[in-house]
């Protein structure tokens, strides 16, 4: 499956407005200082799937789609989402995203740091000018909570006895939260019932969660070349995700286990090391579970979504949990 | 003076609303991650001047006092500062401030960094809960103002060069600009007309900027055991700041000038080298002029205090313009 040409044929029907959203995004984030337009230009021009405005646009349009309040809703989660990536970077130490430099790795760690603040105020001006006090809160509570699932990845890391729950939550606070934030304020903007509003929330929810099941599934799976990194790069970091705790599940206290135990403890690592516990997580439990529960996820946000009734933009948003599961990128 | 002692008296007025601010930033401040809270605790110990709280509460008592959301923007005010002090701490490298360890050197950088984000999530609650349009953008327009003033230091840093305006457009984006917002929500929140809020913004400006020209001062003329840094720190760091820019008005092209841009270029440097320079700055005309622009300041500040009638919180706002003149510490 070609990635952009799905989304593209996916996202057909609000093309003009995903446009007039990144056009926006770019007249947000100007800046009277060279410095900062430089590292704002650079950390939008890396690509990125627009997954969260085509959520929160697709949600609007279950109901009354207010297409002008719902653009600055959509730029702000943008810009909060690229503030976390960027601040996320420096965290992680990571220089390269996607294939392209970082903005810590181009412009040094101090002008990463106040961009990804310069991009919160930004965004809390976006916010302030929807004037909804639901949305003031909702985007404040999405932040703190991504701020908190950041810090769990944090703490969590390098530690082999991590529980399922634990990786949920964290999944849940530092990825689909956000996603769910973006459905949630698209049924508040277009005027959706209370419980319409839970719905999608819950449809964002299994969706962001299911897609970084995915992203963790092909953090194993595949290659530098199709993904921008190399395969096995979360045990590289240390980051303990759900592929490796269910090939864990099965391992004896001797053998992978005490392998597995050896490489998150170390700071530099044998490509050869890695690449036989990322072919053992890839061809045994560890892929094959996590893909059943990415599918589990992926039924939920459908059950959430067929509550509405049957309409084009609905199928937009069933498809596109398709989309994440078959994605290979 | 005795710098508590002369405040305590000054607040006497306003103590008990001092001490609910303080009370809700924790309880606002709290996080289910231990990390965090742990992180935020050592944080707010830090003894602080809760000028900017003072600032808040006094220009809303100028008109109709509404204690329920200056409490909630003085929090918020509060809890950028703290969030920007704990950000500019990573940028500056710095292991100390007042002589307590930084979150930083504590906690490390990437837990500051996320402690900074997670404040400024918190603060976009609080700003919500106060449901006045004019506060949201007066608050997004403020921090992405600090952000831009905190880069233009950044990248000014070092310039021997720099221009005495170029040096009063970074102190007002980076520490006047913020006191200004509290004086300007204080006005806002308690009715005032728009002249007197825009007066009250004028007030706070001037104050913040004769504030940091003291600051800088002091950074000259005072010794670790007072201020808890070195005499001569911002030199060391290559932050060139007023009374620098005023002695190297007078400097020759040889001699001193030299001798400062050689140490402006280095990492390290001789106790011998920062002492001879800060007592140039000291005893020439360096600290004098300083003084003499902090002075016009603060001459601005009061003509601008002096448009509302006379009345016992006007005189506290006036007093404390004396207050950041004399301080010494």
């Given amino acids: 499956m070609n990635t952009t040409a799905t989304l593209s044929r996916l996202f057909a029907g609000i093309q003009a407005d995903l446009d007039t959203v990144d056009k926006t995004f770019q007249e947000r984030a100007t800046s009277g200082l060279t410095i900062l337009n430089s590292a704002s230009m650079h950390a ?45 970077d420096i965290v992680d130490e990571s220089s390269t995203r996607r294939g392209n430099p970082t903005v810590n790795a181009l412009f040094g760690d101090k002008i990463a740091i106040l961009l990804g603040d ?34 769990l990845e944090m703490m969590t890391a390098g530690n082999i006895d991590l529980s399922k729950e634990t990786y949920y939550e964290k999944t849940r ?13 698209g049924a508040i903007i277009s005027g959706a019932t209370p419980e319409e509003i839970e719905l999608l929330y819950a449809y964002g929810m299994h969706l962001g969660t299911a897609f970084q099941i995915i992203d963790d599934i092909l953090d194993y799976t595949q290659d530098q070349s199709t993904i921008g990194k190399p395969a096995g790069n979360d045990l590289r ?16 206290q001797n053998g992978h286990y005490q392998q597995v135990k050896t490489l998150l403890g170390e700071k530099t690592h044998k490509d050869e090391e ?56």
């Fill in 44 to 88: 939008l021009g890396a690509p990125g799937k627009r997954l969260r405005t085509a959520l929160t646009l697709l949600a609007g349009k279950l109901n009354t789609y207010r297409f002008e309040k719902l653009l600055l809703l959509s730029v702000a989660f943008e810009m909060t989402h690229l503030a976390t990536l960027i601040h996320d």
């Fill in 118 to 151: 310069y991009y919160f105020a930004k965004t809390a001006g976006l916010i302030a000018d929807i004037e909804d006090p639901r949305i003031d809160h909702l985007f404040s509570d999405t932040v703190a909570t991504v701020c908190e699932g950041t810090i």
């Fill in 173 to 185: 606070s530092k990825t689909a939260c956000l996603m769910a934030a973006c459905s949630k304020g």
């Fill in 237 to 252: 970091q240390g980051m303990v995700t759900l592929p490796l705790i269910y090939a864990l599940q099965d391992a004896p």
């Fill in 274 to 329: 890695i690449s036989e516990i990322v072919e053992w997580v890839t061809q045994g439990n560890g892929v094959k579970l996590s893909l059943l529960d990415a599918h589990a996820q992926a039924n939920k946000a459908r059950e959430a979504l067929y509550h509405f009734p049957a309409s084009p933009d609905r199928d937009v948003l069933d498809e596109l949990i398709d989309f994440v599961l078959m994605r290979k990128k």
